[in-house]
């Protein structure tokens, strides 16, 4: 009997260690419902127990009462062996109903680490479609930004074409500053030439004026040598001698020789420009009062000749005639000032031409400078737009370099942690 109840204890054991293990897939799939409630794992391991020791004793009364009371002394020994099997039982079940907790709980924690892993593995996915998509974004970046490299190399370029032409245009410019400096020289050297042709002209007139006035001077010399002639042809006849220091235009040795010396020095002084003509006036003037003078003389001695002795014959030398060469001298002075006005007049249309082409030259530059200065401008607005577009770019590029790494690294540490879980979960399963 004995030996029977310990056969049944063993095969209790054996089966509920075998379902134990056998049922581990099973009992995960109703982890609440069975291990949530420990009160109804106790409900059924004391009611497995207790049917169980009422069965056995069950048998081992019937087969006690059947054998009779000369079994008494057997029966004391079950009895205890009954109550040490219920003792053994009892350690069972506790150990039972602990292992079905302690297998909840690890049921409970594996829900809650697979329902962790698939949150994980949704962040994962969701981080690695953020990942791609800024590695995508990265891409067009890095190829906009070499495009506006591409641009600002070009415009820089163009930058720098503009500023070499727009430092020809200030050496143009500095060229026209010349060139007008240079005009305004030209001006004033014209102004100057006008007022000099003004003058020329002006003395020409008064040349001519004067020269009129010489010509009627000269033929008033001219006829008063006559009526001297004359007059010695009348004091000849008379035999009225004149004498050797009266020359034939009623000067004396000495004034014929202050008549050279003073046409020395007006030979020398026609040189000198301006004076000529009035230095010849004047000396027409005072040859003029001369020979009146001689004139009224000569008249003076005829008369008292006629109230003395009457008409005698005069035998005087005649003294040479001072020659002039006023009208050569004029002529000539008239000739020159007529080819310095012709100078002038062509010095001035050339400088008048040369002005109108700097003018037109000047028009052009300052267009070409205006252009230049417009595209340095625009050059420059441009290479700013481009600069700031660049560094809006570079700190776009910083911010998704930034952000890219930040994801790796959320990345590796989901990674280590889902490592990290599942060489937990592989300790777990183990037994």
């Not at 409630?37 to 020791?53: E, Q």
């Not at 350690?91 to 994980?120: F, G």
């Not at 002795?309 to 005069?314: A, K, R, T």
């Not at 020659?323 to 002038?344: H, K, P, T, W, Y």
Request: charged content about 35%; overall charge negative; glycine content about 6%.
């Amino acid at each position: 009997m004995f030996s029977l109840c310990v056969c049944v204890c063993v095969f209790l054991q054996s089966s509920e260690y075998s379902g134990y293990l056998g049922s581990s897939s099973r009992t995960s799939s109703r982890a609440n419902s069975v291990c949530g409630s420990p009160v109804v794992s106790n409900f059924t391991g004391s009611s497995l127990a207790s049917t169980i020791s009422g069965a056995t004793l069950t048998s081992l009364g019937g087969t006690s009462s059947r054998r009779g009371s000369g079994d008494t002394s057997i029966s004391a020994d079950t009895e205890a062996s009954i109550r040490e099997i219920k003792d053994s039982l009892l350690e069972m079940e506790e150990k039972y109903r602990k292992a079905m907790v302690s297998n909840a709980q690890l049921d409970n924690e594996k829900t809650n680490m697979m329902y962790e892993v698939d949150t994980l593995k949704d962040s994962l996915m969701e981080l690695e479609e953020m990942l791609f998509e800024t590695r995508r974004e990265l891409e067009e970046k890095c190829k906009d930004l070499e495009r506006e490299k591409h641009a600002h190399s070009i415009l820089q370029f163009q930058f720098n074409e503009l500023k070499e032409t727009l430092k020809q245009s200030e050496e143009l410019l500095t060229e026209i500053r010349q060139l007008r400096l240079k005009q305004d020289g030209y001006f004033r050297e014209i102004s100057d030439l006008q007022e000099t042709i003004e003058w020329k002209n002006k003395k020409i007139g008064a040349l001519e004026r004067q020269k009129e006035f010489s010509d009627a001077i000269r033929n008033e010399r001219d006829e008063l040598r006559d009526e001297v002639v004359q007059l010695k042809d009348i004091l000849k006849k008379h035999g009225i001698v004149l004498g050797p220091d009266l020359a034939t235009n009623g000067e004396t040795g000495e004034e014929v020789g202050k008549a050279d010396q003073n046409s020395q020095t007006a030979s020398a002084e026609i040189r000198d420009g301006s004076s000529i003509l009035e230095i010849r006036l004047r000396k027409l003037v005072d040859e003029r009062e001369n020979l009146i003078e001689q004139v009224k003389r000569l008249k003076g001695q005829l008369e008292q000749k006629k109230q003395k002795n009457g008409i005698e014959d005069v035998s005087s030398p005649e003294g040479d005639v001072l020659e002039n060469g006023a009208d050569s001298n004029i002529m000539d002075i008239q000739r020159d000032a007529n080819r310095q006005v012709n100078d002038l007049r062509f010095k001035l249309v050339k400088s008048e031409q040369e002005v109108t082409a700097h003018e037109q030259n000047v028009t052009r530059l300052e267009g070409q400078v205006t252009r230049y200065k417009a595209a340095s401008e625009n050059a420059e607005k441009v290479e700013d737009e481009l600069k700031a577009e660049k560094r809006k770019l570079q700190r776009e590029l910083r911010s998704a370099l930034d952000k890219i790494e930040e994801l790796e690294s959320s990345n590796s540490h989901l990674s280590k942690r889902l490592e990290k879980m599942k060489s937990g979960r592989a300790t777990a399963t183990t037994p």
